[in-house]
């Protein structure tokens, strides 16, 4: 199977680790928004999801293009970013999150090294045999650290002062080990000697925004190379339910990832509820804005059809007791509705 332009879809990329990591304030870098600044107690309490463009990702990895794709061009038409809270109380979010993404971000913050949650994420990640790559991040905070935004991080952290590549050093070779005891080989991603053995790292700082651009490279040579095969867009409905939300002025709304096929106002959905499957009718499809996180958002285009991969709200009738981490269905036929009915029930 060889995938072209036309026929890959966008990875539904997820990411996890423990709280305070950066895990948010990495995606803020890479959106240029403000997520996190507003978050109550600076803690991600819910899910959150955004579609990122093609051409915010080929600004954002400027200064990393070597990196990319052995045809040195890009080929997804995009990514899908699903955020993950951090705090204990949520594993059910990350475990839904890691079930849905075809690659993950495990971000790990360079001074604590591998931490409960870390742990937790890792496991949901081997379980699930999900790809990931380690985000090795808050690097800003080494002794002396000189950032510089317009370079590769490697070349970056070839630049820093001998007593700064000493403190990275000390850093990296115990968080080597903590990985080790995890049953996990690691290495810095120019370094990796085989990316099917090794989980490749990336040095990142969210704040100074040193590496994000090779984090963001990584992810996309991964899901050109290694993922492609699995990325290949198909009309075949592939939908999940992700959050269920009252929205002022809309009622009971979904927010849905859509991974393949499309959805289109009027179509008859099937999806799980308190009280059994419910059947409705689509009556909004709502996109956030490019780069806009949909928790974070009350900028939407109104859509009559979206097709994957993206993430989607729904507004529709009867809603209220639907529930979120399973799969939504279009039923086309009355014989349709009972069978999906059946399906969800059977989960
Ligand atoms: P939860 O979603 O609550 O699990 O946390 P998170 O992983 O999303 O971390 P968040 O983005 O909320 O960042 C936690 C704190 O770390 C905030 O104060 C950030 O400003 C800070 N932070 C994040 N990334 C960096 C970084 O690269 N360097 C430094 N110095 N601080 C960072
Ligand atoms: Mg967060
Ligand atoms: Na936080």
Known sequence: LVQTKDTLRA???????????????????????????????GITQQMGATNVPLDTIVERTKMSRKLISRQGDFMIPGLLIIDTPGH????NLRSRGSSL???????????????????????????????????????????????????????VLEEQDSFTQDHFEKR???????????????????????PNEYYSMVPTSARSGDGMGSL????????????AKHLSYTNE????VMEVKAIHGLGTTIDVALINGCLSVGDKIIVGGQEGPIVTQIRRLLIPE??????????YENKDKVMGTCVVKIAAKDLEKSLAGLPLFIARTHDEIDYFKNEIELI
């Not at 742990?119 to 990640?125: F, G, M, Q």
């Not at 990931?132 to 002396?144: E, P, S, T, V």
């Not at 409905?237 to 999940?240: D, E, G, K, N, P």
């Open 172 to 194: 990296y070779d115990e968080i080597i080990v903590q990985f080790a005891k995890q049953g996990l080989n690691v290495a810095l991603y120019y370094k990796n000697p085989n």
């Open 11 to 41: 990875p539904v990329i997820c990411v996890l680790g423990h709280v305070d990591a950066g895990k948010t304030t990495i995606l803020d870098n890479l959106r240029r928004t403000h997520v996190q600044d507003n978050e109550a107690g």
């Open 216 to 227: 963001i490279a990584m992810i996309i040579e991964t899901s050109q190379t290694n993922l």
């Open 88 to 91: 204990a109380i949520f594993q």
């Open 101 to 155: 993404c075809d690659l993950a971000i495990l971000v790990v913050d360079i001074m604590n090294g591998l931490q409960a949650q870390t742990i937790e994420s890792i496991r949901l990640l081997i379980d699930r045999q999900t790809p990931f790559i380690i985000a090795l991040n808050k690097i800003d905070l080494l002794y002396g650290w000189k950032s510089n935004k317009e370079k590769d991080v490697e070349s």
């Open 290 to 299: 490019s780069n806009q996180e949909l928790r974070d958002t009350n900028q």
């Open 237 to 240: 409905l592939q939908a999940t």
